[in-house]
């Protein structure tokens, strides 16, 4: 099926440096998506993002956050700077519209603040 | 009113036996169920879905059963495979939103 990739897999940082998370959607897919999940728990809507802008983010969303898809490469996942309680995997979903299309997720990244 | 709830935490049956894996709801405003199965180390793929003017949907082995009125429902895997051993998630949504609400997960093993 479609694939969604995720750049890198993993990632360790020191608290307040920033870090970029990428992702790959399906292409020609036009909504993105960030989820993300701490261990042990369910996954939790960060933000979602169409035609240039951010649709909806979540309260987990905190200003440190900030998403774009520049010229329609990556769609990309900034935190700057980083919290320790930013260690979490990371999903990223693309679908073809919005609403009850198909969301298609890619492996996540795990990242990790000391 | 946001939360979709999941039991068990964790399921083990016989290979060949009916998985049922549970999911409830508080918002009455949601009004689509996806459920995903994930592998170790993979992202959570789609696996089959249904919407809440429907009260079952059938999509080979795998069966989603709705009660709306007890904002309930539940996934029935037939003829258990140990190829289905995965963690299943319940995730429910509004039709015209695209962000999802999730459940903990249900840790599904086949015993062969």
């Known amino acids: 099926g479609p694939k969604v990739l995720q750049i890198p897999s993993h990632q360790i940082i020191d608290m307040g440096q920033m870090v970029t998370l990428n992702c790959d959607p399906v292409?020609?897919?036009?909504?993105f998506y960030w989820y993300k999940q701490i261990l042990g728990q369910q996954m939790e809507f960060l933000v979602n993002?169409?035609?240039?802008?951010?649709?909806?983010k979540s309260k987990l969303f905190k200003d440190q956050f900030s998403v774009e898809r520049p010229d329609g490469s990556y769609f990309t996942l900034k935190i700057q700077p980083t919290a320790l309680e930013d260690s979490a995997v990371y999903f990223c979903?693309?679908?073809?519209?919005?609403?009850?299309?198909?969301?298609?997720f890619g492996p996540g990244t795990r990242l990790l603040v000391l | 009113q946001q939360q979709v709830r999941q039991s068990p935490q964790s399921l083990t049956v016989w290979e060949g036996e009916t998985a049922i894996l549970n999911c409830s709801y508080e918002n009455s405003a949601f009004d689509y169920f996806p459920w995903y199965q994930q592998f170790p180390g993979e992202g959570p793929a789609l696996l089959i879905s249904i919407l809440s003017v429907s009260d079952k949907k059938e999509d080979g082995r795998f069966t989603i059963f709705f009660n709306k009125r007890e904002k309930k429902l539940s996934l029935h895997i037939a003829d258990s495979q140990p190829g289905d051993s995965a963690t299943y998630f319940c995730a429910a949504s509004w039709y015209n939103q695209g962000k999802l609400i999730f459940g903990q997960g249900t840790k599904l093993s086949i015993k062969p």
């Open positions: 292409s020609n897919h036009l909504y």
């Open positions: 979903a693309s679908s073809g519209t919005g609403g009850s299309d198909t969301q298609y």
């Open positions: 993002f169409y035609n240039g802008k951010v649709m909806e």
